[in-house]
């Protein structure tokens, strides 16, 4: 027997991404044609965007804990998100969740200290980059981290929030996101955190200089690890 998956949907873009690595990668864990059994919730987006861009990150959390509970209903055994920015509210609610979760920025920490990576560039959203998901998760392993500069997270989070969700990937916004993980490079890092769900769509490890941490897929396998343990 093996757990039931919840998914706390937000973006469609990631989200699919990530219950597709899922049933895709079951083969590798259950053999061919098994995957666990995944139900995925998702509010409009809208909802989500309103009160984020309003900075009330309590009722974005709200919606969180609403999504959690008709997932419970529907007979999940644990929760994940792929939606980097919006663990800015789940970390809040983690107790008063009615099912446990895993957490995307643990197992982006894990993965980067189990490849013996010390200093990361991370790319998300502008809450993201510069709220504490992923501090908090990455120096509790001893790595350090970075993010470009104010203009440059200004600029990553417009790309993502007019494109990227979208499924629109431009020539030139690749271009500039290979340029922000140069930079990092030249800058000492190690590895670069994809820590926006859709980016993996337009960097795959060979568009990059850096190593890529891929949020997205990283979660997805350990809810696969955790569903068939």
């Known amino acids: 027997m093996t ?33 666990p ?18 900075d009330r990150w309590d009722l974005v959390s709200d919606l969180v804990l609403a999504s959690a509970r008709i997932l419970a209903g529907a007979g999940a055994d644990f929760l994940i998100s792929p939606d980097n920015t919006v663990h800015v509210s789940i970390d809040p609610i983690i107790d008063k969740s009615p099912l446990p979760w895993l957490h995307i920025a643990e197992e982006v920490a894990r993965e980067a200290e189990a490849k013996g990576f010390r200093n990361v560039g991370v790319l998300g959203t502008q ?16 790595i350090r981290w970075r993010t470009p500069d104010l203009a440059g997270r200004q600029k990553v989070h ?64 350990a809810a696969l690890r955790e569903a068939t343990a």
């Open 127 to 142: 809450p993201l980059m510069e709220g504490p998901v992923y501090p908090r998760k990455l120096e509790k392993r001893g």
């Open 37 to 54: 059994q995944v139900t995925m919730h998702t509010f409009n987006l809208n909802d989500y965007k309103k009160p984020s861009d309003a």
């Open 158 to 221: 417009k790309y993502i929030v007019e494109e990227l969700i979208y499924g629109t990937v431009l020539p030139d916004t690749r271009i500039y996101f290979q340029g922000l993980i140069e930079q990092f490079a030249k800058e000492g890092c190690d590895a670069v955190v994809l820590g926006c769900t859709e980016i993996p769509l337009m960097i795959a490890p060979e568009d990059s200089v850096l190593p890529t941490l891929d949020s997205t897929r990283l979660l997805a396998r």
């Open 3 to 35: 757990k039931h998956i919840g998914i706390v949907g937000v973006s469609y873009e990631g989200a699919a991404l990530c219950y597709r690595t899922i049933c895709q990668e079951g083969k590798d864990w259950l053999g061919m044609y098994e995957h």
